[in-house]
Nanobody, 121 residues
Framework: VQLVESGGGSVQTGGSLRLACTIS????????VGWFRQAPGKDREGVAA???????GYARSVKDRFSISHDVAKRTLSLQMSNIESEDTATYYC?????????????????WGQGTQVTVS
């Protein structure tokens, strides 16, 4: 299984950015996929997650600003980031796991991408 993130970059406060994660090699129709982030000197934080039925979950810090979605046919996970704040600066990772006990930003994931950097100025 391979996850490849894209779409990171520099953005101004209040701006928008869309991250994408391409998923390959995963054969099951049930899954939990999510976005995490890690800022320098901070712990990794779950941002958003969505299950194979399309039910999303968000961290309080991004709720009403970020939107997670997935395109099953294209095997792509996206994160639409709006009204971006300086605190959103971090490396963003997508993650995937088997859907077992729910799907949320606190789910423990075992398959990870290598990350894409988002810098807010």
């Amino acid at each position: 299984v391979q996850l490849v993130e894209s779409g990171g970059g520099s953005v101004q406060t209040g701006g928008s950015l869309r991250l994408a994660c391409t998923i390959s090699g995963y054969g099951s129709s049930t899954y939990c996929v999510g976005w995490f982030r890690q800022a320098p000197g901070k712990d990794r934080e779950g941002v958003a997650a969505i299950d194979s039925d399309g039910t999303p979950g968000y961290a309080r810090s991004v709720k009403d600003r970020f939107s997670i979605s997935h395109d099953v046919a294209k095997r792509t996970l996206s994160l639409q980031m709006s009204n971006i704040e300086s605190e959103d600066t971090a490396t963003y990772y997508c993650a995937l796991d088997v859907l077992e006990r729910g799907c949320s930003p606190t789910t423990v994931f075992h398959i990870w991408g290598q990350g894409t950097q988002v810098t807010v100025s």
